[in-house]
């Protein structure tokens, strides 16, 4: 279980999770490769198979190298206990399905991660289960939204595609009164840009593969709770048999370690970006809730501690072949999916395709750009370039 929070969170990266004497002093607890756990005496199995035994009884049930890191993200953000799984996706989708049985409602920001949705519509209406998508910026009135049946409000905040912040002690306030959950995913803050407990939830849910992670070379997810959702979650994560693997959690607790000094940096040098971005002719509007101006930012003040280096740019009106042009010839900006590494990408974006409580009102295409840990000077002359390509009429090939 979590420790009470007492040191800045800079030093608690580098220092929670980990107890070199239980490893002959090494400083990271290293990778533990094992299936079977030996037992001295029947009386140990005996109390395996009660579930009183102290010790490891299997390796599906938590090894060091797991624990270590659901220790320190549980620490690092306020809650009572974490599980980790094998994706981000896995850990939104345990935590659904250890809190919802038949019959119940949820409700679902119109914002969520895509697959998010996918899993709710294709899997959880399966199981007669009813979900709702509401408008993200909903506020206190999500609470026109709840119904006897609703069980859980999901919220991410800000979006991972959109960037809507939302008011999460609002929707919190209203879920409880009702007897709801609330759950949150609360990937593009972390533990460090949001304190997602002391702000009212109930379960927050981290795709470890992006800034945990850091290096885009580890899959990776973690399910944070509070005390009175344990149970549930520990139960349903050791039936399932979903542990993260060991070696993922070694990467994921090296990536941990410098995830402070990572995001002051990625934070940095995308509001630099973005204050540029802002200034082009071509840009309609820049949606970074950490740069003052843009939508989203009064509430991001007011509840975050942090921000990354992922935010969206609505352009103005241009061809679809324009926009091709621009990111196709990028040389440091690459284009891919997930985020959260040292290197910077870039994506057009469409929010429009799977919205269906709100609309997304943008005239131009969309971009959504995740700044790297590159010079920030650099990854501007590599967008003015994009810019001069966007601006070049296209030569139609005309047959002479
Ligand atoms: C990437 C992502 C996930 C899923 O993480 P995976 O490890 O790729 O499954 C969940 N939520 C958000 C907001 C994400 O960006």
Request: proline share 6%; net charge negative.
């Amino acid at each position: 279980m979590s420790e009470r929070r007492t040191l800045k969170p800079a030093t608690e990266v580098a220092h929670l999770g980990r107890d070199p004497q239980k490893h002959s002093g090494a400083v990271n607890t290293p990778v533990y490769r094992a299936s079977t756990m030996l037992f001295d005496r029947v009386a140990d199995l005996e109390a395996a198979e009660r579930g009183e035994y102290p010790g490891i009884s299997y390796g599906l049930h938590g090894l060091p190298t797991v624990t270590d890191l659901q220790h320190a993200v549980a620490t690092l953000e306020g809650g009572y206990a974490a599980l980790a799984v094998p994706s981000g996706l896995a850990a939104i989708t345990l935590a659904l399905l250890a809190v919802m049985k038949s019959g119940d409602h949820m409700l679902v920001t119109d914002s969520v991660y895509g697959p998010t949705r996918r899993f709710c519509d294709n899997q959880l209406t399966r199981f007669g289960i009813t979900v709702t998508y509401y408008d993200p910026l909903i506020g206190g009135g999500i609470e026109r939204e709840i119904r006897p049946a609703t069980k859980v409000v999901f919220v991410e905040s800000p979006g991972s595609l959109s960037f809507e912040v939302q008011d999460v002690p609002a929707i919190a306030a209203a879920a409880h009164a009702r007897d709801a959950l609330v759950m949150i995913d609360n990937t593009w803050a972390t533990p460090l840009g949001f304190a997602a407990f002391a702000h009212g939830a109930d379960i927050s849910l981290h795709a470890v593969t992006k800034y945990i992670g850091g290096h885009s070379d580890v899959l990776n997810g973690i399910i944070v709770c509070n005390q009175a959702t344990h149970p549930r979650l520990q139960r349903l994560w050791t039936d399932m048999g979903v542990s993260a693997s060991t070696d993922d959690c070694f990467l994921a607790l090296r990536g941990l370690r410098t995830l402070s000094v990572r995001l002051e940096h990625h934070t940095r040098s995308a509001l630099i970006i973005a204050e540029w971005l802002r200034q082009r002719a071509e840009v309609a509007e820049v949606i970074y809730p950490a740069l003052p101006g843009s939508r989203g930012h009064e509430l991001w003040k007011r509840d975050f501690s942090g921000a990354c280096g992922l935010f969206g740019v609505i352009l103005h009106p241009v061809a679809k072949a324009r926009v091709d042009a621009m990111l196709d010839g990028l040389r440091l900006f690459k284009m891919g999916w997930s985020w959260g590494g040292f290197e910077s990408l870039i994506i057009p974006a469409h929010p429009e395709r799977t919205r269906t409580a709100t609309r997304w009102e943008a005239a131009g295409p969309y971009l959504r750009l995740h700044v790297g840990l590159e010079d920030p000077q650099d990854l501007i002359a590599d967008l003015e370039d994009g810019f001069a390509r966007l601006a070049t009429r296209s030569q139609p090939s005309v047959p002479r």
